[in-house]
């Protein structure tokens, strides 16, 4: 998939477990853990607000887009 996930990274930077975050904006522990790995087809916009606020970060500091060899060609 192109779209990769950085949550772990600004998880690390900030110091906070993902359980911490978790609790914080209202979901499972479970879906955090999809989210993180990739595993989700989509992140509510509510959601990805939730965690850029209580992470104090950009949506662009925990997606990037990696079109990967050949794209474009």
């Not at 993902?18 to 879906?31: D, F, K, M, V």
């Not at 850029?52 to 474009?72: F, H, K, N, S, T």
Request: positive net charge; proline residues 4%.
């Amino acid at each position: 998939m192109p779209i990769i996930v950085r949550l772990d990274v600004m998880l690390a930077r900030r110091k906070m477990t993902s359980r911490e975050l978790s609790a914080r904006i209202g979901i499972s522990e479970q879906n955090l853990s999809l989210l993180r790995s990739g595993k989700v087809r989509g992140v509510r916009f509510n959601t990805l607000e939730a965690i850029c606020r209580e992470l104090d970060c950009q949506p662009g500091d925990l997606l990037e887009y990696d079109a990967g060899p050949g794209a474009g060609d």
